[in-house]
């Protein structure tokens, strides 16, 4: 059974940082191409970042020189690193996992975690 597993979400203020990471089991976890999405209340879920098994790593526009995904294969754990926070970053942050090239969509993602909330105050 494949489980992922956020952690790190949390309440910052603006200007803050948080780590956020997911750990994964029952995954090829090196083969795996990993993401991070989020969703603001009311709003539709949104790429955040992207990594693939490598290390090659893709960003939304609104996040890049603030956020840095990352992975540990040896940990089977995939990490967020969110600097420079901003009230509209408040969201739940989910990460996923795709068995198959390299994406940014959600439909794309075979597994997915059950998210952490991420809280910005102004």
């Known amino acids: 059974q494949v489980t992922l597993m956020e952690s790190g979400g949390g309440s910052v203020e603006t200007g803050g940082s948080l780590k956020l990471s997911c750990t994964t089991h029952?995954?090829?976890?090196?083969?795996?191409?990993m993401g991070w999405f989020r969703q603001a209340p009311g709003k539709e879920r949104d790429w955040v970042a992207a990594?693939?098994?490598?290390?090659?790593?893709s960003n939304a526009d609104s996040v890049k020189g603030r956020f840095t995904i990352s992975r540990d294969n040896a940990k089977n754990t995939l990490y967020l690193q969110m600097n420079s926070l901003k009230p509209e970053d408040t969201a739940m942050y989910y990460c996923?996992?795709?068995?198959?090239?390299?994406?940014?969509?959600?439909?794309?993602?075979?597994?997915w975690g059950k998210g952490t909330l991420v809280t910005i105050s102004s």
């Open positions: 996923a996992a795709r068995r198959g090239g390299f994406s940014c969509r959600d439909y794309d993602m075979d597994f």
């Open positions: 029952g995954l090829v976890f090196k083969n795996n191409n």
């Open positions: 990594i693939d098994g490598v290390g090659g790593t």
